[in-house]
């Protein structure tokens, strides 16, 4: 009688521990399955962090060739600028000169 109450004990507490064993072991599997799913996640946005960090550095230096191509435009503009300016400074010098040897009336 005292077997059969032990065994009956011991196959409930099996029962018990079982239940509770597999239901651990499936709370393991969602986990597991949803680590899965964010570690996907995690390296999608990473490769696409990644992209978009190599079009901002493309971006960049595109902005920097521009920039010095328009600084070499700039200059030589600048430069054609002041060799007009010089130009017509000098003719007016020149006409300046000829208006004081000419003869007053």
Known sequence: MVKEIVIHVREDMVKIFKAKFDKLESRIFDVEKKNDT???EIEKVRKESELREDV??????????????????????????????????????????????????
């Open 38 to 40: 964010l570690k996907k």
């Open 56 to 105: 901002l550095r493309q971006a960049v230096t595109d902005q920097d060739e521009t920039i010095s191509q328009q600084g070499g435009w700039i200059n030589g503009l600048d430069q054609y600028s002041r060799r007009k300016t010089l130009l017509y400074l000098a003719s007016r010098k020149t006409k300046l000169k000829h208006q004081y040897k000419q003869p007053r009336k």
